[in-house]
T-cell receptor, first 117, second 113 residues
């Protein structure tokens, strides 16, 4: 049963500390997405990749956030320095993208619940 | 810009039928998706529409009208486990290049006994 995995599942840290979140997409999926979800803003797209190349990171605060895909099995989202307003659930999703003549659904990982004190 | 609207909350009774509406205004359209999200969990895929009309999948159906920028999710024979948030998402890119989604704010459905 193929799934997107994310680590850690929970993270509590202090303001100013670096946070790194990791995601393993489903094998064979060529698109990977990072989302942030809060009660106030809902699900926001932060960045996404196709074939490991970053396509759009306009939803991400550039001064403190960075997203990379060092290889096809790993995507990372880093926050440095972290701030209390970054507290949220961060989801990674992957999908086959355009296949079979249509855009295909995204499969979400379980999320990382981040609390910045 | 991209805009997707959904009602914030809805309440229905077990065994009933409920319709959750979604309206969208996006730069392009390559498909509309419905996701279900239980509290504290990840969104899970429910349905996909790219052509006008109704797609049926068991107790769940989804309808699309591209000319009106409108979709609905119909849930029949409601069960307590259907209490969740329902997210409408549109793939807005004109040329299929980006393949990203824009998500609506979600509709929180409460099913009462």
């Amino acid at each position: 049963d193929a799934r997107v995995t994310q680590t850690p599942r929970h993270k509590v840290t202090e303001m100013g500390q670096e946070v790194t979140m990791r995601c393993q997409p489903i094998l064979g999926h060529n698109t990977v997405f990072w989302y942030r979800q809060t009660m106030m803003q809902g699900l926001e797209l932060l960045a996404y990749f196709r074939n490991r190349a970053p396509l759009d990171d306009s939803g991400m605060p550039k001064d403190r956030f960075s997203a990379e895909m060092p290889d096809a099995t790993l995507a990372t989202l880093k926050i440095q320095p972290s701030e209390p307003r970054d507290s949220a659930v961060y989801f990674c999703a992957s999908g086959p993208g355009l296949a079979g003549g249509r855009i295909n659904e995204q499969f979400f990982g379980p999320g990382t619940r981040l609390t910045v004190l | 810009g991209q805009n997707i609207d959904q009602p914030t909350e809805m309440t229905a009774t077990e065994g009933a039928i409920v319709q959750i509406n979604c309206t969208y205004q996006t730069s392009g359209f390559n498909g509309l998706f419905w996701y279900q999200q239980h509290a504290g969990e990840a969104p899970t895929f429910l349905s996909y529409n790219v052509l006008d009309g109704l797609e049926e999948k068991g107790r769940f159906s989804s309808f699309l009208s591209r000319s009106k920028g409108y979709s609905y999710l119909l849930l029949k024979e409601l069960q307590m486990k259907d209490s969740a948030s329902y997210l409408c998402a549109v793939s807005p890119d004109r040329d299929n290049y980006g393949q990203n989604f824009v998500f609506g704010p979600g509709t929180r459905l409460s099913v009462l006994p």
